[in-house]
């Protein structure tokens, strides 16, 4: 009796917490890194076969964008990441959410057709939209586990407010969003769930924050010009792929460790991956701190200061990168 009731207690924990999923690091990290480079190689191979395949080089694209009906198999998507953030399954075999509303006029009771609203809900969604449309948030968009963003068929901009916060949250697709002009937000009331909102305190005004989160795919997104980094990876945040993302005119690009003394950043591992690091940047490309970080097959063509940085001794495999320095002899540093 005893038994069957702490195994319908858990049960029911299980069900009531869904976001509580396994970050734990992989064991053996190199082993990652060799299954991308076998997955590039291998679409290498196939681009080489010329008319007989439309592979690209690019095993992520490879993946979908072969089919000519992906827009009526959207979710394949999230079969195609690769690195560490792999199993971010996003809405994955959620329900399709479509965007109608670009309006965010109240954080705490969001209207049923905004971007807020979807991202607040518990169940998984995969969040889709009807049409080209520039959100400018109110607050930070605070969102729950179990999400896909996904811009494809539409130029979907989150610029000129607060931008895009993963916090204590797991599995998270981003995918095709053009994010910009991101500033601090804060001070104000925010919904992070239908049953909670709760006071956020001023936020840096990254692109794309994660605090603390696991699984996360960020994807063929562009990112500008925000108030603190385009993309942050802290506290403890783990399991996270950075790929196919074009990045432009900004200073602190990516910070990815909260700093020298947190140390419970040391089971962090990041993919970075197939980015173009372009014009108008200056330095983080990325900063890295205590974990595991795989930066494969970027394009670096501008900087003005330096490209790759770490501290408090992190593991860096830098792979395939292309780097174009700048012209003046004073920042020419690839690495700091």
């Not at 969001?110 to 609203?117: A, E, F, N, V």
């Not at 998984?124 to 179990?146: C, G, H, T, Y």
């Not at 940085?309 to 860096?316: E, K, L």
Request: glycine share 8%; hydrophobic share 35%.
């Amino acid at each position: 009796m005893a038994t069957t009731f702490l195994s319908l207690l858990f049960l029911i924990f299980s069900l009531l917490t869904p976001t509580l999923i396994s970050s734990s690091p992989v064991q053996d990290p190199e082993f990652v890194a060799q299954e991308i480079n076998r997955k590039i190689n291998a679409s290498v191979a196939r681009r080489n076969l010329g008319y007989l395949s439309c592979a690209t080089g690019n095993p992520i694209d490879d993946c979908w964008r072969c089919d000519p009906n992906w827009e009526k198999n959207r979710q394949r998507l999230a079969d195609c990441a690769i690195g560490f953030g792999k199993n971010a399954i996003g809405g994955k075999n959620g329900k399709i959410y479509v965007v109608t509303d670009s309006g965010d006029d109240d954080p705490v009771t969001p209207k049923p057709g905004t971007l807020r609203y979807a991202v607040i809900q518990d169940e998984p969604l995969w969040i889709i939209f009807a049409r080209d449309m520039v959100i400018k948030l109110k607050e930070e968009l605070i969102m729950n586990s179990f999400k896909t963003i996904d811009g494809r068929g539409a130029s979907v901009h989150i610029a000129g407010g607060p931008c895009i916060t993963i916090q204590y949250v797991t599995n998270v697709i981003i995918h095709g969003i053009n994010i910009h002009d991101c500033k601090q937000g804060g001070n104000a009331m925010v919904r992070d769930s239908p049953r909670h909102y709760g006071w956020r305190t001023v936020s840096d005004g990254d692109g794309v924050s994660i605090f603390g989160g696991s699984h996360v795919w960020v994807d063929h997104c562009s990112l500008s010009n925000c108030n603190d980094g385009l993309i942050d990876a802290i506290h403890g945040s783990t399991a996270i792929t950075i790929s196919n993302n074009y990045m432009t005119h900004h200073d602190k690009v990516m910070l990815l460790g909260h700093s020298d003394s947190y140390t419970q950043d040391k089971n962090m591992q990041v993919t970075i991956a197939f980015n173009h690091f372009g014009e108008g940047l200056v330095q983080r490309m990325p900063r890295c701190r205590h974990g595991y970080f795989h930066v494969v097959n970027n394009d670096y063509t501008h900087w003005e200061m330096y490209a790759i940085g770490g501290s408090a001794n992190p593991t860096i495999n830098s792979q395939g990168n292309r780097f174009v320095a700048p012209d003046d002899r004073f920042s020419k540093e690839v690495n700091n």
